[in-house]
């Protein structure tokens, strides 16, 4: 069984009386968890940020987490996470996408994931430009 903090509460249906051919299975046993299927892709948010000067370097990230890791924001809050802001912006989740934009904004700015990060992609500055974004919509 997967544990239950890490699913979310709107994907989990348990029924308060499940009847099974006439057998009870309420409980935990009648326990359903939705299937996370995201089918809701949009790419023209990265193709806003590539166009903006501390964003173009979008695509280059390969996803490695030493932005998240030495970011002090992330250490404080758990759901801030450039690693996966950048990922879910490259991707189109749309629906992930407005789940966590309020997070987006709690880059302080600071630089230290784009001195960490290898590849160059500036993931301070794709928050600055997902900042500017999310205003605008």
Same mark, same amino acid.
Request: hydrophobic share 60%.
């Given at each position: 069984m997967i544990e239950r903090e890490y699913i979310e509460e709107e994907r989990i249906i348990e029924p308060e009386k499940l009847d099974i051919g006439g057998i009870d299975a309420s409980g935990r046993w009648g326990l359903i968890v939705l299937p996370r299927v995201i089918t809701d892709f949009d790419t023209s948010l990265v193709k806003e940020v590539k166009k903006l000067p501390r964003g173009k370097h979008i695509e280059n990230c390969w996803q490695c987490g030493l932005c998240t890791a030495v970011g002090p924001v992330a250490h404080k809050e758990p759901r801030f996470n450039p690693r996966y802001f950048i990922y879910i912006v490259k991707m189109g989740y749309k629906s992930e996408i407005n789940k966590l934009k309020e997070f987006v904004y709690f880059c302080q700015g600071c630089g230290l994931c784009s001195e960490a990060c290898p590849k160059h992609v500036d993931p301070a500055g794709v928050m600055m430009a %997902?900042? $500017? %974004?999310?205003?605008? $919509?």
């Open positions: %997902l900042n $500017i %974004l999310f205003d605008k $919509i």
